[in-house]
């Protein structure tokens, strides 16, 4: 059984980092393609950045120049680096795996002044 577990979320100021992990535990998890969804009260969830085929990235445009997505594969892990953090970037933030079939169970990322 495959378990998903997210950590690094928590409350930043406007201008600030936070790094997100993303683990999974179990075999047979494939980090072909992985991302991180994120969804803001009252909307609707949107992707935020994704690795398919391995190699292939994508960033939504709002967060293009400020947050990377990374991972290793030794350590069945993801990670979504965020810099200059802006308030519009709070949201619950998931993790997804095995290209949409595995989800974490998603964590806090709060900016505010």
């Known amino acids: 059984q495959v378990h998903i577990v997210e950590s690094g979320g928590g409350s930043v100021q406007p201008g600030g980092s936070l790094r997100l992990s993303c683990t999974a535990s179990?075999?047979?998890?494939?980090?072909?393609?992985v991302g991180w969804y994120r969804q803001a009260p009252g909307k609707q969830r949107e992707l935020v950045a994704d690795?398919?085929?391995?190699?292939?990235?994508y960033y939504a445009e709002s967060v293009e120049g400020r947050f990377t997505i990374s991972k290793d594969d030794a350590k069945n892990t993801v990670y979504l680096q965020m810099n200059d953090l802006q308030a519009e970037d709070t949201a619950v933030y998931y993790c997804t795996m095995g290209g949409g079939v595995y989800w974490g169970q998603g964590i806090q990322v709060t900016v505010t002044s």
């Open positions: 179990g075999s047979g998890v494939s980090l072909r393609a």
């Open positions: 690795v398919i085929r391995g190699d292939f990235i």
